[in-house]
Each structure stands twice: as structure tokens, then as C-alpha cells.
């Protein structure tokens, strides 16, 4: 009969959870692969690329993969996790550490992407992030009360320091920097003093020499251009190709799939870094306002979630999930205004990409879990 009741008990506890699922948030995030869909589609129209074709089927393939995952991640019980914080940990190590060494790719010398079977390319640095973060939200949250001594948050830094520089040496700079970005969100959210913060940044300005040395050529000549557009205009091709896009989009945009410069191919990458000046150039400034409302709804919905959570290490995750997507969405857009350094981070959930929108969907369940354990269930 023991047995029996706690059968009955956990399946009703399973009921009670999905009653508290964010079902707006699933609906921002299927807009928001909807629309990502659309343009990769109308960006890849009569290309001449054969890796290009069926582009908008395989998303479409990864989003109900990701959405099945994202649904598994939700009924599992986020908690778990925090136990086993220090495999995930090692997971991510080992994975950046094979990727150094059987990495493929054409930027830098080494790879960033594992093929599997000759069809399936992934880049463990994406699911780095989601393992960084359920690792890292563990680490914070047993020493909560302790993070306003200093070598608690020293510690901390060389705890999400360690993957970020086995990616910068892929060399991938941007995404190591999304490590250190997440780690500054979750790191305000336990309370850390603003003078170790400060700490840390001066150690990080005087650290950028040896940063710059340490940076492959490519990364070096993308600052520069930034900094100085004159001093290399072929360097600048494509954001001059983005800004036309933009511009020319107006106030309802040129019409899906009659873009000048994504149809015309002017403008290269478009499918992938450069989503947002195909929306922009297709549906106008309204289009490209409705991505961004949609991102700052979502953004909304996760710091409500996090609100919510019943402890500090659900907090902690969907804060980090939070960082992650918003990082990543301000440089994207910021590089496509030509306000940033090209830095090859995708638009989350919109631009083309197995990895991203696979590993991205997997934070959002993992925000599901939380709100959907955010009361204790009584009998």
C-alpha cells in the first residue's frame, strides 16, 4: 500500500508541476524560432552554396528536437542537478579538451565543431554554457552567505575561468566572454560587494596586454577595424552590406524573400550572424521591433521565473540562462548596427544553427523546471 500511495503521490505531483509550466514563454520561443525560420529561408533562397540548401528544413528539424528536449529538461526536477554540479563540471572540461585536440574548422589553426558520423557537426561550447551555468549555480549557492569575502568571488572566476580560456584557445573570443558575462549576472544576483567587482575589472584591464598577444590575428583585426574603419575597408564589407540592408528596410521593409542585399547576396553570412539586417531589410523597422519585443518579453519572463524560484540555486540558473540570452542578443544586434566588433555570436534562437538552438532550448526547460517546482506540493 506504501507503495502504491507514493506512486499516486509523485504522479500527481507531476500534474500539479505542469499547472505552473510557463506556457507564455513557450509561445515567445516558438515565435521566436517561427520567425527564425522565415528568415533563414528567405536568406538562403537560390544560393549558390550547397550547404546552404535545406537550411530552414534542418532548423526545423532542431527546433522539435530542442522542443522535445526542452519538455524532457522541464519534468526532470532541476534540484538533481546541484548534486551532481561537479560531474557537469568535468563534462564540460573534457569536452573543450577533446575539442582542442580533434576539433575541425578553418578559423585559427583549431576547430571548434565534433562530426559525428559525417553528418552531425557540434560545437561543445555551446552545451558548455548550459553545463557551466547548472555547475556554476551550485558552486554560488552553497557559499551564498559567504560571497562577500573576496576569495569566494576570486575563486568563482577561476571556476568559470578555466572553460573560458579552453575556448578562447579554440580561438573562440566571443563565447568565452559569454562565460564571464554569465558569470557577472549570476555573481550580482548573489549580492557580491561592488569594490571586488571593481577589483576584478582592474585586474581584467591589466590583463589585456597579455590578452592581445594571446588573441589569434583575425580576432586582432576585427578590434582594429572596429576601432579604426578606415584602416582596412575590406574588413568592413559586411557590416557596410548590414547598415544598406537596414536602412533600406524603412519603416514595413522591402517584402519577405525581396531584400536587395540578402537576395542579391551582397551581404554574406546573412543566414547565420546577420539575421537581423535580413529582418530588418524584409519587415522593415516594424519587423525588427517585434524581434525585439518578443527577446524583451522572454528576458521578462525568465527574471520572473527566477523571482519565483523557491531557492537560490533555481534563482541562480535562470539568472544565468537570462545573461546568456541577453549577452548574446545585444552583441549580435550591436554588431549588426555596426556598434560592435564582429564577434560570430548567433542571434539566440533565430540565426541558423543545430548547436545554438538545441542548447538554447535546453536553458528554457531548464527555466520550466524551476517555475514549475517554484511551490511545495502538499497532500
Keep these: ?73 522541464a519534468t526532470i526536477d532541476y534540484r538533481i542537478w546541484q548534486n551532481a554540479r561537479h560531474g557537469l563540471y568535468g563534462a ?33 561550447a555551446e552545451l558548455a554554457k548550459v553545463l557551466m551555468i547548472l555547475s556554476l549555480a551550485g558552486f554560488l549557492a552553497d557559499r551564498r552567505d559567504e560571497m562577500d569575502q573576496f576569495k569566494n568571488v576570486a575563486l568563482s572566476l577561476v571556476y568559470i575561468g578555466i572553460p573560458a580560456g579552453l575556448i578562447f584557445l579554440q580561438p573562440n573570443l566571443s563565447t568565452a566572454v559569454v562565460f564571464i558575462f554569465i558569470w557577472l549576472g549570476m555573481m550580482i544576483t548573489t549580492g557580491v560587494k561592488a569594490r571586488h567587482l571593481a577589483i576584478i575589472g582592474g585586474l581584467g584591464i591589466a590583463a589585456m596586454p597579455i590578452v592581445w598577444l594571446a588573441m589569434a590575428q583575425y580576432q586582432r583585426d576585427r578590434l582594429l577595424a572596429f576601432l579604426n574603419p578606415d584602416r582596412n575597408p575590406a574588413a568592413k564589407y559586411n557590416l557596410d552590406q548590414a547598415l544598406i540592408g537596414i536602412g533600406s528596410g524603412g519603416w514595413l521593409g522591402q517584402g519577405y524573400s525581396t531584400g536587395t542585399q540578402s537576395q542579391l547576396h551582397f551581404l554574406k553570412v546573412r543566414h547565420t550572424d546577420f539575421i537581423f539586417s535580413v529582418t530588418a531589410e524584409e519587415l522593415g523597422f516594424v519587423g525588427a521591433v517585434l524581434l525585439l519585443v518578443l527577446f524583451g518579453l522572454l528576458l521578462y519572463r525568465l527574471l520572473r521565473i527566477a523571482d519565483k524560484s523557491r531557492d537560490a540555486y533555481g534563482e541562480l540558473i535562470v539568472v544565468g540562462v537570462a545573461a546568456m540570452i541577453f549577452f548574446q542578443t545585444v552583441i549580435n544586434i ?9 564577434a560570430g555570436l548567433p542571434l539566440p534562437m533565430v540565426s541558423y544553427g543545430g548547436s545554438s538552438l538545441i542548447t538554447m532550448l535546453l536553458a528554457i526547460g531548464l527555466a520550466q523546471s524551476v517555475i514549475m517546482r517554484h511551490k511545495t506540493i502538499e497532500f
Excluded at 517561427?34 to 533562397?45: D, E, K, R, Y
Excluded at 552554396?49 to 522535445?68: C, F, K, M, S, W
Excluded at 574548422?105 to 562530426?115: A, S
Design 334 to 342: 550591436a554588431m549588426n548596427l555596426n556598434m560592435g566588433v564582429v
Design 92 to 124: 564540460a572540461i573534457v569536452f573543450l579538451l577533446i575539442t582542442l585536440v580533434f576539433g575541425t574548422g578553418e578559423i585559427g589553426g583549431v576547430g571548434r565543431w565534433l562530426t559525428f558520423l559525417e553528418a552531425f557537426p557540434v560545437q561543445p
Design 1 to 73: 500500500m506504501a507503495i502504491l500511495r507514493n506512486t499516486y503521490q509523485t504522479a500527481d505531483m507531476r500534474r500539479s508541476g505542469w499547472r505552473f509550466f510557463d506556457y507564455f514563454t513557450l509561445i515567445l520561443v516558438i515565435a521566436l524560432i517561427t520567425l527564425g525560420v522565415l528568415m533563414i529561408n528567405s536568406a538562403t533562397l537560390n544560393s549558390t552554396d550547397p550547404d546552404l540548401a535545406g537550411a530552414a528544413r534542418r532548423q526545423t528539424i532542431y527546433a522539435v528536437v530542442g522542443i522535445a528536449i526542452m519538455l524532457v529538461t
